[in-house]
């Protein structure tokens, strides 16, 4: 017969506590399953202190816990090995709820404490009900001469312990499961939520004879003691059917908090949300959350991987953080370790670094533009695409050419000691920093930025500045339309202009702007190619400017549409604060290229129309008609055409061929 030891109710605060237990405290049921088995480790954990101490002499050398299934009783039941618990233990740490047993063994132990303990036991306990209508607890302590105890609650406040005949030291959690909760007696849900929440505990976690959790914790190890392998694995571990990382950071400090962690920097693709974490946030290796965004900076959210820390504030939940101190010098410190890695990656290897910098790219400028102590960490190794051709001088230096991977990347470093260590891609396309820039083409345009936003549309006006010598760099990222604002406000001294944004002087031929074409008007010849197609386009909002460019290149264009910096930047602006789409603007430049041979000859044929009965000539429709072709070969550069525009493009392109060739 069974001895009742006592009968009593739960020492509780509200008579409530259940139904809040049940509704609110958790967001999921399933985490009770992780609460059960935080418990489990603490006991087991504990039970290993005592034993170092001494206060244990028996066999401790196979932790486990069991997990079981019985179907026709409804049951599912958590089995331990650890510490268990007296009937004293048992009416403090389970009658008195949300006392926690946790921080008081902490406490007595923490001379010893080389372990951390998971949870609460208390109220983590408490959301078995959530899912059973009825607990019980079977337990036998370390204590030598400790009488086992069994204790069973219905979910109300009333409670009975009594005596048992377990002869095993651990505890073991029976819950009867409800009725619409039964989906946790299928072995498949019990292995889904144990790989969720619990595959990194650092005890084996059994099914049956199956042993269902992973186990190692990498981000727990000395980085001495992982290779690249292992920090690939546990990626693909983490991230299946993902490509491979770019390189990865691992976290490990105790003080003045204490953070373990892996992230890794993922290829960036157009379809990830760079707003959203998919770092998993854990404590003390029981997985908590999918959201990391209070402790992972900003800009950094697209990183991917782990962090582990039993000193970030949780509610009592554990499913939300907590507003803290703590949480911003954790941040912080990651944002600086990420920032030491990069620039260990500059300094030690510039190919990998150059090759990862399409992706690298966007982490750094957008932690720059977020980040103070961020943008002053990474500010002299942001590099940029050039046209500069930038290898060294052969006649001058020997250089060492290490060519590496299948791409053909090359690395050159100059034998000069003094030299820049010179970086291109497998596309063998050069990069540089800002200040190696500015110090190249100082005496051709001092404190002057030529930059490129789209290497297609704009390819004209680039390879305009190239036949001049002028260096351009490729600001052709989603996040450079903001970068370079911020670049400005950084170098106040400095004046960057985009390569359709206005043309400098040095690409100009101003002498033949004078020319004389009309001695009894005196007009230039500048001055009749600008009436001409002003004339023949009737677009008052479009400004026709005539210049003579420096360029021999047959490809240099016979006119360009130019955007003003500031007003493009306007446009830009509005519709980012809009979030719509930037429209191509009514009022821009169309610069005609008075030096270009198509020009010459347009002029020409006006020159020689006349004026019929019937109107114009054929020869005065075709030059307006060639007008309107250049304006649209032109605008052609920077935008596409919609229907109605591709159509007149189109019929008036079949009629200036018929035209000619007549």
């Not at 044929?605 to 309107?628: R, Y």
Request: aromatic fraction near 10%; charged fraction near 25%.
């Amino acid at each position: 017969m069974t001895t009742i030891l006592e009968q009593g109710n739960i020492s509780i605060h509200t008579e409530n506590i259940f139904p809040i237990i049940k509704k609110w405290l958790y967001s999921d049921h399933e985490i009770f399953l992780r609460e059960l088995i935080s418990n489990a480790v603490d006991a087991i954990s504990k039970l290993s202190m005592v034993s170092r101490r001494g206060e244990y002499s028996g066999d401790i050398s196979e932790p486990k816990i069991q997990i079981s299934i019985d179907k026709d009783n409804n049951t599912l039941s958590v089995t331990d090995t650890g510490i268990g618990m007296t009937a004293d233990e048992v009416k403090k740490y389970i009658n008195q709820v949300a006392f926690s047993s946790a921080e008081e063994f902490v406490q007595k132990y923490k001379d010893a404490n080389d372990q951390q303990i998971i949870g609460h036991f208390g109220l983590g306990f408490y959301s078995s009900f959530m899912v059973a209508s009825k607990v019980e607890i079977d337990t036998l302590s370390y204590q030598d001469g400790a009488q086992a105890v069994h204790w069973s609650c219905d979910g109300s406040t009333q409670f009975e312990l009594s005596e048992s005949t377990r002869t095993d030291r651990g505890t073991t959690i029976t819950l009867h499961l409800l009725e619409e909760e039964k989906e946790y007696l299928e072995d498949y849900r019990i292995k889904q939520l144990v790989k969720t929440y619990c595959d990194f505990m650092p005890v084996p976690i059994l099914l049956g004879d199956e042993q269902i959790n992973k186990q190692k914790a990498p981000w727990k190890e000395s980085p001495s003691n992982l290779t690249d392998e292992d920090y690939l694995e546990f990626y693909r571990y983490l991230y299946p059917f993902q490509d491979e990382p770019l390189l990865w950071v691992h976290l490990n400090t105790d003080y003045p908090f204490v953070v373990n962690g892996i992230l890794y920097f993922p290829k960036l693709k157009p379809d990830v949300d760079i707003t959203k974490s998919q770092i998993k946030l854990f404590c003390n290796q029981v997985f908590v959350s999918d959201n990391c965004e209070e402790v992972i900076p900003r800009f950094l959210l697209p990183l991917r991987g782990v962090i582990d820390s039993v000193d970030i504030p949780l509610n009592v939940s554990r499913s939300f953080l907590q507003n803290d101190r703590t949480v911003r010098r954790i941040a912080d410190y990651i944002a600086k370790k990420v920032g030491d890695r990069l620039k260990e990656l500059y300094r030690d290897d510039l190919l990998e670094y150059v090759r990862c910098w399409q992706d690298l790219g966007t982490f750094v400028k957008f932690g720059s533009l977020n980040d103070d102590k961020f943008k002053k960490q990474v500010e002299d190794i942001l590099i940029y695409r050039t046209t500069a051709d930038l290898s060294p001088d052969p006649a001058s230096e020997s250089v060492a050419v290490e060519v590496q991977t299948a791409d053909g990347d090359v690395w050159e470093t100059p034998a000069n000691d003094n030299a820049p260590v010179v970086a291109k891609d497998g596309a063998g396309q050069f990069y540089t920093t800002l200040k190696d820039y500015l110090e190249r083409n100082q005496a051709k345009h001092e404190n002057r930025v030529f930059y490129c936003t789209d290497p297609a549309a704009q390819a004209t006006y680039v390879e305009l500045h190239k036949s001049q010598g002028l260096e351009v760099l490729f600001f052709d990222s989603f996040i450079d339309t903001h970068f370079v604002g911020f670049l400005e406000r950084e170098y106040s001294d400095l004046s960057f202009s985009r390569v359709d944004a206005e043309l400098d002087d040095s690409l100009l031929n101003k002498d033949k702007e004078a020319e004389i074409v009309d001695p009894s008007t005196n007009k230039t010849r500048s001055e009749v190619v600008k009436e001409l197609f002003e004339q023949a386009l009737q677009k008052p909002k479009v400004t026709i400017r005539t210049e003579a460019l420096k360029s021999d290149d047959a490809k240099t264009p016979p006119a360009m549409v130019l955007l003003p910096e500031a007003m493009r930047r306007m446009r830009d602006m509005t519709a980012m604060f809009e979030q719509k789409t930037a429209e191509f603007p009514d009022e821009h430049i169309l610069l005609v290229n008075t030096a270009h041979p198509l020009i010459d000859n347009l002029l020409k044929l006006q020159q020689g129309a006349i004026v019929t009965s019937e109107g114009d000539s054929p020869s005065a429709q075709l030059a307006t008609m060639l007008c309107h072709h250049v304006y649209d070969l032109a605008l052609m550069a920077q935008k596409g055409f919609d229907a109605d525009g591709m159509k007149d493009f189109v019929a008036r392109s079949n009629q200036v061929l018929t035209q000619l060739t007549k």
